[in-house]
């Protein structure tokens, strides 16, 4: 039987931005689940991700993205049913580590230029990305059409999620990852990307030339066979 594929979105994107890839993982038989992202903090956002984990039957291979990223590498701690973790441009924390932290490690983030604060009625602060600029900084290997609509339906993160420290002892230690991203990722410097990969032992790294943040959107085909790759270890 195959495992299920849990796919984790991140920041200023939402379960649908996974459609491709859950087109073509239908396609080859894998059954799959994305995950409602609650996009809060990483500890709520992890336990949350942890209790959708619990309700799967069988093995589990664990995608995030961007800062979904930071959820699988806590919540597939210590769970035996998670094989495998594929990073998509994604965060990859050791203890203590921030988003933050990570994405200004080496230069080349341009994010913090593009985000538009909204403040809420607890006195806390959800991000966008200014919709204008949104195609250029997350989706430049994207149409401007397609751009367009991930702009209008992206979710907000919280400004203390971006900086709140990861919580636990990080799964990629015990569990095999593999990664894949964009050489011209604007939210992630590449650097740190490369960094976080070879930190984590990766046992592939697929790094794509011309890629942006969301390089999966247009590569899907090389995602699902990241993800096979995956799956055929598990």
Same mark, same amino acid.
Request: charged fraction near 15%; glycine fraction near 10%; charge should be negative.
């Given at each position: 039987?195959?495992?299920? /594929?849990? *796919? ?9 931005? %996974? ?7 239908? #396609? @080859?038989? !894998? ?12 500890? !709520?956002?992890?336990? !949350? *991700? ?5 309700? /799967? ?26 094989? #495998? ?9 050791? &203890? ?14 341009? &994010?913090?230029?593009? &985000?538009?604060?909204?403040? *809420? ?15 250029? @900084? ?15 339906? @992206?979710?907000? /993160? ?13 799964? %990629? ?17 590449? #650097? ?15 790094? &794509? ?7 999966? /959107?247009?590569?899907?085909? @090389? *995602? ?6 995956? #799956?055929?270890?598990?």
């Amino acid at each position: 039987m195959k495992p299920t /594929i849990v *796919l984790v979105h991140g920041a200023f994107a939402e379960s649908a931005s %996974w459609n491709g890839v859950i087109e073509l993982l239908k #396609a @080859q038989g !894998y059954p799959a689940v994305a995950a409602a992202n609650p996009l809060r903090g990483v500890k !709520y956002d992890s336990d !949350y *991700l942890r209790a959708t984990l619990a309700s /799967i039957e069988g093995d589990v291979v664990l995608v995030g993205h961007s800062y979904g990223g930071m959820l699988i590498t806590n919540a597939a701690t210590g769970n035996p049913a998670v094989k #495998a973790l594929v990073y998509v441009g994604a965060f990859a924390p050791d &203890l203590g580590e921030s988003a933050g932290d990570l994405a200004g490690k080496f230069p080349g983030s341009s &994010l913090g230029e593009t &985000l538009s604060p909204v403040k *809420l009625p607890d006195g806390s602060t959800d991000l966008y990305i200014k919709q204008e600029l949104y195609h250029h @900084q997350f989706a430049a290997d994207s149409s401007a059409e397609a751009a367009a609509v991930l702009a209008v339906t @992206q979710r907000p /993160i919280t400004e203390a999620a971006l900086g709140e420290a990861s919580p636990g002892e990080p799964a %990629w230690k015990s569990i095999p990852s593999l990664f894949l991203f964009g050489s011209d990722d604007l939210n992630i410097p590449v #650097a740190a990307l490369r960094f976080m990969a070879e930190r984590a032992g990766s046992r592939r790294t697929v790094e &794509l030339a011309g890629g942006s943040h969301t390089v999966a /959107i247009p590569e899907a085909a @090389q *995602l699902v066979e990241l993800i096979g790759e995956a #799956a055929s270890g598990a």
